[in-house]
């Protein structure tokens, strides 16, 4: 449906979706449910972390106007094909433990580990889902109200249908397509 599956060879056996699973810029502006949205977050909500402290904090926006706030955070070469999305969101971390205000030095690891479980469920439910570093935090704490002593701005993420690369601009048109990866043993290292 969404790619050709023939550049993504695995160096082992694995679940398909983590293959088929990639980040598109084409998203359809066509409308996900409420029920989707509420699946995304409780995959979120399971996610593992340190002490259990679910760090995470996630700002989202399907409403025009609130999708216009997030867009307005993106940095223009991902507006480009982002702001069109049906769902957006940004995703903060706090940064100290709840339980003892100690600097939690896993509130990054523990998002990351959040946005993964929710771009997985968004690939079971058939939509598609595309993370962004790019995007101005400073922004997002004002236009979005968050609190920039006790959050940190992690990353941007567009959720929704596949659409029709076509509609991309040149070139992101020509790099609409699912990324390589580096081989397996060049990020091991076997300790004996
Ligand atoms: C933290 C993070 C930041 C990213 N920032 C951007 C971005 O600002 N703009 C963009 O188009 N893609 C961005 N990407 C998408 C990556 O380029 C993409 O995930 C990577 O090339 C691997 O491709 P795949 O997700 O299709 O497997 C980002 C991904 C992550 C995880």
């Known amino acids: 449906m969404i790619m050709s599956e023939s550049n993504r060879i695995p160096d082992a056996p694995v679940d398909p979706m983590f293959l088929e699973r990639w980040s598109p810029r ?51 070469q991902n507006q480009v094909w982002a702001a069109k999305a049906p769902l957006l969101m940004i995703i903060f971390a706090r940064k100290n433990f709840a339980h003892n205000d100690n600097a939690n030095a896993w509130h990054a690891f523990d998002a990351g580990a959040a946005w993964m479980s929710l771009a997985l469920q968004a690939h079971r439910l058939g939509l598609v889902s595309h993370a962004m570093g790019g995007f101005d935090p400073e922004k997002a704490y004002s236009a979005l109200g968050v609190d920039k002593e006790k959050y940190v701005a992690l990353a941007a993420v567009a959720v929704g249908y596949y659409g029709d690369p076509a509609a991309l601009p040149e070139p992101l048109r020509q790099r609409e397509a699912p990324a390589h990866r580096v081989a397996m043993a060049e990020k091991l290292l076997v300790i004996q």
Do not use: H
């Open 26 to 76: 084409a998203i359809a502006p066509r409308a996900i449910t409420d029920q989707m949205v509420r699946s995304l977050f409780e995959a979120v909500r399971w996610a593992p972390s340190c002490f259990n402290e679910q760090p995470w904090f996630f700002a989202y926006a399907v409403s025009e106007s609130g999708r216009a706030k997030i867009a307005d955070v993106l940095v223009p």
